[in-house]
């Protein structure tokens, strides 16, 4: 397979600050681009902030300016960008990501399935689909957050053929269980890279957790965040298939 170089940006959230998210955005960006990464991952709900008190009011509409601002930085940077946002979409919110190309045009859109609590019930009405797209060569997904803790989420992309998986999240603590058990477990057992972007610091009455990590296929923590900012790049190693989970194959149903 050709090769791939993963980044993510681990940050403090914009909390409001749609302006800030994007000058956030663009700065990780030009760093990415630099260490030639070939897309680059930023939290969920990233304009305006995923615990904001006004997502409603501030969530963006796909393709407005914001969309051609980002795309141009993408263009710029030549790196692509998975982005989470708060969408608008006629009277509907969604807790959506999206994925741009080194050249700005949009690889996928996607809204999350799993919402998480009744606050984000509240807020936000829940996505129905799956999306998979071309990422240098690799079949690539995304997922949003609470999304990535379902095994069966997983293995059905797995099952299409996905081998990467971009999963922007606002994960708080006590929670590091997710970073320190769940996703390298759902990275092993389907046999799939996962970059799993997290926010650091305080918003509100929320403590994020930070650990931001990327993963490989054989579980094997590529590279990992602390509790502050960070910027991670990394490699996705070849694998030996020996060490690829060989679960979906072996399955026995029990009646």
Same mark, same amino acid.
């Given at each position: 397979? =050709?090769?791939?170089?993963?980044?993510?940006?681990?940050?403090? +959230?914009?909390?409001?600050?749609?302006?800030?998210?994007?000058?956030?955005?663009?700065?990780?960006?030009?760093?990415?681009?630099?260490?030639?990464?070939?897309?680059?991952?930023? =939290?969920? +709900?990233?304009?305006?902030?995923?615990?904001?008190?006004?997502?409603?009011?501030?969530?963006?509409?796909?393709?407005?300016?914001?969309?051609?601002?980002?795309?141009?930085?993408?263009?710029?940077?030549?790196?692509?960008?998975?982005?989470? &946002?708060?969408?608008?979409?006629?009277?509907?919110?969604?807790?959506?990501?999206?994925?741009?190309?080194?050249?700005?045009?949009?690889?996928?859109? &996607?809204?999350?399935?799993?919402?998480?609590?009744?606050?984000?019930?509240?807020?936000?009405?829940?996505?129905?689909?799956?999306? +998979?797209?071309?990422?240098?060569?690799?079949?690539?997904?995304?997922?949003?957050?609470?999304?990535?803790?379902?095994?069966?989420?997983?293995?059905?992309?797995?099952?299409?053929?996905? /081998?990467?998986?971009?999963? =922007? /999240?606002?994960?708080?603590? =006590?929670? /590091?269980?997710?970073?320190?058990? /769940?996703?390298?477990?759902?990275?092993?057992?389907?046999?799939?890279?996962?970059? &799993?972007?997290?926010?650091?610091?305080?918003?509100?009455?929320?403590?994020?957790?930070?650990?931001?990590?990327?993963?490989?296929?054989?579980?094997?923590?590529?590279?990992?965040?602390?509790?502050?900012?960070?910027?991670?790049?990394?490699?996705?190693?070849?694998?030996?298939?020996?060490?690829?989970? +060989?679960?979906?194959?072996?399955?026995?149903?029990?009646?």
């Amino acid at each position: 397979m =050709p090769d791939l170089r993963l980044a993510l940006m681990q940050a403090a +959230s914009p909390a409001g600050d749609c302006a800030a998210a994007f000058a956030a955005a663009e700065h990780g960006l030009r760093a990415a681009g630099a260490a030639g990464a070939n897309v680059l991952v930023v =939290p969920e +709900s990233f304009a305006p902030g995923y615990n904001s008190d006004a997502i409603a009011a501030l969530a963006l509409a796909r393709g407005d300016a914001w969309q051609d601002r980002l795309a141009a930085a993408c263009r710029a940077a030549n790196c692509g960008l998975v982005f989470g &946002y708060a969408e608008r979409d006629g009277d509907a919110i969604y807790n959506a990501a999206l994925a741009l190309g080194p050249d700005g045009a949009e690889l996928a859109h &996607y809204r999350k399935i799993q919402l998480y609590g009744a606050r984000e019930a509240s807020i936000y009405q829940s996505g129905d689909a799956y999306v +998979s797209f071309d990422l240098a060569g690799h079949k690539a997904a995304l997922l949003i957050c609470y999304d990535v803790e379902f095994a069966p989420h997983i293995a059905a992309l797995a099952a299409a053929g996905v /081998t990467v998986l971009l999963v =922007p /999240t606002a994960n708080m603590l =006590p929670y /590091t269980h997710v970073m320190r058990a /769940t996703v390298p477990a759902m990275a092993a057992n389907h046999g799939m890279t996962i970059v &799993y972007a997290n926010y650091c610091g305080i918003e509100g009455d929320l403590n994020y957790a930070g650990g931001s990590l990327i993963v490989g296929a054989d579980g094997d923590v590529l590279a990992q965040a602390g509790m502050g900012p960070a910027l991670l790049v990394a490699d996705v190693p070849a694998v030996d298939a020996a060490r690829l989970s +060989s679960q979906a194959r072996d399955y026995r149903v029990v009646r």
